[in-house]
Every structure is written in structure tokens, then in C-alpha cells.
């Protein structure tokens, strides 16, 4: 009988965004993959796909009839691996799996960013850290990406069999590089940039907890200073047009360029000056390690995420969240140095190695292969070799 692996999130569109090297690996090891999510994304490396209607609020009544659809799936499929994802997504699997994890089947969640942790709201702790300890009683295996969560996740005694920590969920680093100097201007040229423009870019979701008006009040600081600094900001969302208005009310809406949803980010990025993140909370994100796979400095600001992959002076700089007058001396600060962007880009260079595909792979290929051998007790470090 063939093994079945089911993947589980809020919606569809997460598996294609972080996990498909892993779905390919399971297909290569001859196992079944099924994903179950919202939504109607034609997805490679997946036998069978599930459109369950799970909502990302905990208060939609509608997640529960998505748990009595996963709890029949589940019960009907027979897996021997069910992996969930995202915050409702771990809630939702990890108590429809019950009955089957006690006939075997084994769960993994993997945490991309707790929404209790140092700085967070009262309100999040009273309501997620509760849900969290206590589902961690019915969990095989917990993977932390950073480590303020792991090490969390210790002190508080969560009682998951095993608690982990990857690195992320890896970024390709083959994609993602340093441009040559000459093919930087090339791509400039052609997207009617000057050669000496100073880039800024930022790829992100417009709501509130990105925070992209704090990277339009800096900019507006520094405009007569570098009066050829140039904001990119891809994404789409509810807080895009009021960032519009924004811009416009700063008198900076010439120097920022609303880029709107891109599939060419790594061509993008590479031929930029600096990377800015302005994200009130974080877990890994990964367009931070794009950028520091380019080669860019970054400019962020401090959150458990920004604070685990930038070194303050080293690769970029760490800003509190409500100095804008920092963040925005901090950019002035690249700009007039050729020599600062290049050794902090160097830097990111380095650092980003470890957060790169081979070694999440390395590390995820660890955590599979004990439960598929069944040692699901053992140590992930006993299991490093480059099973993916």
C-alpha cells in the first residue's frame, strides 16, 4: 500500500509559495501527496488537492465545517503523514487528526511565526498561547523557524513529542543572486531608471501589519537630500491605495513606484541598492533573505524575524519600530556610500547561507525521514544527512 502524505493550510496558494521542493521529494520517494486548503490552485508533485472552506479568522463558524471535512478526509485517506501550516490551519488539522494519530499517523506543524512572543499584544496572548500549549499535546513534531519561537516553545513546555528548529523554509539561492554591475545598469535603463538612482525596494502585502507608511514618512524625510532615492514596493492589499494618498500628501509620489503583484522579484531586486522592511511582526520572512541572497543591505525594522537575519551594523541596520527619523538617516546613510552598501551586502552574502534551499532541505529531509523510519522519537540531528 502506498504511503500518503496530506499537507494542510489556510490556503492553497501557501504550498506554492514555500513548499513545492518538498512535495517533489515526497513524489520522488514514491509516496502520495495530497494538499487540502482553500482554494483552486493547479499545484505539480500532488495526486489529490481538496478545497476545504477554512477561513484565516479563528471566529468564522465556517472553520467548522472545514474541521468535520478534514476530520472525514483524513478518516477516509488513511495518511501516514499529515503536515499543517499556518496558524488556523494547525488548529483545524492537528484536532481532526486525533482519532488517526492514535492509530498511527503522525502530525507535524510547523510554526511560521507565533502570534504570542516579546512585544506582543496581551490579546494575543491570551488567545493564541493557550491554543497553542495545549494542541502541542496532540503533535508529533513542532518546527520553530526562528529561534526566539523555539526557544519559547522550550521554556513554556510545550508537549510536542519533538520540538525543531529549520531554517526557514529555505531560499534559492540559484535564483536569488548578485548581479553584475554592468547588467544592474542594463535592467535600470530598460525600466527607465538612471544609473545612479538609489533603490529602495519592498515586497509586501499592503495591510497594517506591514507598516509601509513608516517607508513613505522616511523617504519624505530624505527627499531633498537624495532627491534621486526611489521606493519599489510590489504587492497588492486593502492598504494600498491609502499608501497612495499617502505618498501624494508627503509630495513623494514621484519617487515611489507602486509595483502591484510581480512574478519577476528576483530580477527586480538584484539590480536594487538597498532592501527596507518595515513589518511590525515576523517569523522568517523570506523576502528579507532574497534580498540578502542578492547581496543588498537592509534597513528594518526590529521585530523576533528581522532581528534573527540582520545584524545591526554588520548586514543593515535594526530600527525601533517608531523612529522614523533613524530609519530614514540610516538610508541617507547607504546612499551616500558605495562602500557601506558593499561590505553590509557582502555580509548578507554570508549570512544568508544558512537559511538557503540545500540547508532547509537538508534539515526538513532530517525530520521526514526519522518519522518514515519510523524513529519519530530521535533526535533531528541524528538525521542531517542531505535525504532531499
Known amino acids: 500500500m502506498v504511503n500518503k502524505i496530506l499537507f494542510f493550510a489556510t490556503v492553497d496558494y501557501h504550498f506554492k509559495a514555500f513548499h513545492l521542493p518538498v512535495m517533489e521529494w515526497f513524489k520522488q520517494q514514491g509516496w502520495e501527496v495530497h494538499v487540502a486548503a482553500k482554494g483552486e490552485l493547479d499545484l505539480p508533485f500532488v495526486d489529490n488537492k481538496f478545497n476545504l472552506p477554512i477561513e484565516r479568522s479563528p471566529f468564522r463558524l465556517i472553520n467548522v465545517k472545514a474541521y468535520r471535512e478534514l476530520k472525514a478526509l483524513i478518516k477516509q485517506q488513511d495518511y501516514s503523514i499529515i503536515h499543517c501550516h499556518t496558524p488556523m490551519g494547525g488548529v483545524i488539522a492537528r484536532l481532526a487528526a486525533q482519532g488517526a494519530r492514535r492509530h498511527g499517523t503522525k502530525v507535524i506543524y510547523t510554526a511560521h511565526g507565533f502570534h504570542f512572543c516579546r512585544g506582543a499584544s496581551l490579546l494575543n496572548w491570551a488567545l493564541y498561547y493557550p491554543i497553542e500549549k495545549r494542541l502541542s499535546q496532540i503533535t508529533d513534531c513542532l518546527i520553530t523557524i526562528n529561534e526566539e519561537d523555539y526557544s519559547l516553545a522550550v521554556s513554556k513546555r510545550f508537549k510536542a513529542q519533538r520540538i525543531e528548529h529549520v531554517h526557514g523554509v529555505g531560499v534559492n539561492t540559484l535564483k536569488y543572486k548578485p548581479l553584475p554591475k554592468i547588467e544592474k545598469w542594463r535592467l535600470r535603463q530598460e525600466l527607465d531608471f538612471r544609473t545612479d538612482d538609489f533603490l529602495m525596494f519592498y515586497a509586501a502585502e499592503f495591510n497594517k501589519n506591514k507598516n509601509h507608511q513608516l517607508l513613505i514618512h522616511a523617504l519624505a524625510a530624505i527627499k531633498e537630500q537624495v532627491p534621486h532615492a526611489r521606493l519599489l514596493l510590489a504587492g497588492q492589499g486593502p492598504l494600498l491605495e491609502p499608501c497612495r494618498e499617502l505618498a501624494a500628501q508627503l509630495g513623494v509620489a514621484e519617487m515611489v513606484q507602486f509595483l502591484g503583484y510581480r512574478t519577476d522579484i528576483a530580477e527586480l531586486l538584484p539590480m ?25 543591505p537592509i534597513v528594518a525594522v526590529q521585530n523576533r524575524g528581522h532581528s534573527e537575519l540582520v545584524s545591526d551594523g554588520e548586514n543593515g541596520f535594526i530600527i525601533a519600530p517608531s523612529d522614523t527619523a533613524l530609519f ?56 542531517r544527512r542531505a535525504y532531499i
Open 272 to 296: 536594487c541598492d538597498v532592501a527596507v522592511a518595515s513589518s511590525l511582526r515576523e517569523g522568517l520572512p523570506v523576502n528579507i533573505m532574497e534580498a540578502m541572497a542578492c547581496g543588498l
Open 328 to 383: 530614514a538617516e540610516r538610508l541617507k546613510q547607504l546612499s551616500g556610500s558605495i562602500e557601506l552598501r558593499k561590505r553590509m551586502g557582502m555580509r548578507s552574502l554570508q549570512f544568508v547561507q544558512k537559511y538557503g534551499l540545500a540547508q532547509v532541505k537538508q534539515e526538513l529531509g532530517g525530520i521526514y525521514m526519522s518519522f518514515m523510519l519510523g524513529e519519530p522519537n530521535e533526535s533531528q540531528s541524528q538525521y
